[in-house]
């Protein structure tokens, strides 16, 4: 139930984001953000963005996992 | 899609599970405690490709398969009696027994149940029916108590009078001290839930290596994400260590997020829950807050009483403490199937039986 996807900010209007997920437009709650911006990827749970995934770490950790484990 | 397809490749899933086999030497028992990584490890098959001095036990991380039978009793009853109610619910929760019905069979003998995919769907909910009451039966972890949280500022906001939930969410942290108090079963380390802790933040685990000197890493929900997970414990493990470690810090800090936990207590409060399988968790629960006793259904309805009635022979809450796995229920897969579940397990997509049964049954 934990279930949350990762998704696209493309729209913003009061508290209420339009978040692109695989190419189907979701409204989602921000208010459970601090901040969030068109552009943000943000992981949506039950209608609401509940935190930003941070685009830097993720190719850090794929970078990391190439090095470490590929060779 | 972005940020999951990366984390499916399965060069770099073989590359991990290499290094693990070639790294690992000691006998170690590792809790998964959030059904989504249940589902995860028995759809990529995890088990059954680690080496066999690693067991992975799946332990109550599935909140519809905690949620106690004495409160589906409670609703089940409540259901029947108000008959100028809408309760609304998340989905998974339908089909889940009580002693002796499910909230989707009285919705068959005529009362007005709804599943909502958000919480926020209740108000509209709410909205559109005026002469009724709504209620949600409000079930999850902290990744789901914020956004009811949230939706209860909305509801104060839009000064609902209809609209109040029963909050049956619980806390994990509590329950993983629960587990490693009782005795009952070895665990020497967490794999703990993504999402849960995005709310929480990793520090939240710090009493694990600090009181029980058990290492803990907080993982994200793909099969690179577990495996990777699983490597970080392994090393600690294997090098005698014993930390709080982020593997899915693409998400995951070590705060968490604060505006979400400054929702959550606007609204609840700590209190004691019950859990299926273990029993009443102290401070393992939340409570609406004094000054949001309006929406609190426990407050504004005298709430039946409910209970404690397992479904006969159902095994559930062994399973939920991992002290088996579901293969050794004498009910799985045969009396309790999906398509006629006996036990939570087996009804919610991310309870452990389910799990079993979709990706590990042997015809």
Known sequence: MCLGIPGLIVGIKGDTATVDVAGTKKDASLRLMEKAAIGDYVII??????????????????????????? | MKYIDEFRQKEAAQAIIKKIRSLSRKEVNIMEICGTHTHSISKYGIREALPENIRLISGPGCPVCVTSATDVNRIIEFSRTR????????????????????????????????????????IEIARNNPDKEVVLFAVGFETTSPTVAATMLGAKEAGLRNFSALSLHKLTPPAMKALLDSGE???????????????????????????????????????????????????????????????????????????AQEVINEVFEPSDSLWRGI??????????????????AEKRFSMPK?????????QCGSVLKGLITPDKCPLFAKACTPEFPIGPCMVSSEGTCAAWYKYRRIA
């Open chain 1, 45 to 71: 749970h039950a209608g609401f963005a509940i935190e930003k995934v941070d685009t830097k770490r993720a190719e850090e950790t794929l970078r990391l996992i190439r090095e470490t484990f590929e060779r």
């Open chain 2, 83 to 122: 008959k100028d109610a809408i309760i609304a619910t998340f989905g998974d929760m339908m089909k889940v027994p009580g002693t002796d019905s499910s909230l989707q069979e009285e919705k068959a003998r005529g009362a007005d149940i709804r599943v909502v995919y958000s919480p926020l769907d209740s």
């Open chain 2, 185 to 259: 079963i070895k665990i020497d380390g967490f794999i703990a839930p993504g999402h849960v802790t995005a709310i929480i933040g990793a520090r939240a685990y710090g009493f694990l290596a600090e009181d029980y000197k058990s290492p803990c890493v907080v993982a994200g929900f793909e099969p690179i994400d577990a495996l990777l997970g699983i490597y970080m414990l392994i090393r600690q493990f294997e090098e005698d260590r014993c930390a709080i470690e982020i593997e899915y810090d693409r998400v995951v800090t070590w705060e968490g997020n604060t505006r």
């Open chain 2, 279 to 296: 029993g009443n968790i102290p401070g393992s629960g939340l409570s609406f807050r004094q000054t949001y006793s309006e929406f609190d």
């Open chain 2, 306 to 314: 409910g209970v404690d009635a397992e479904p006969k022979g159902c």
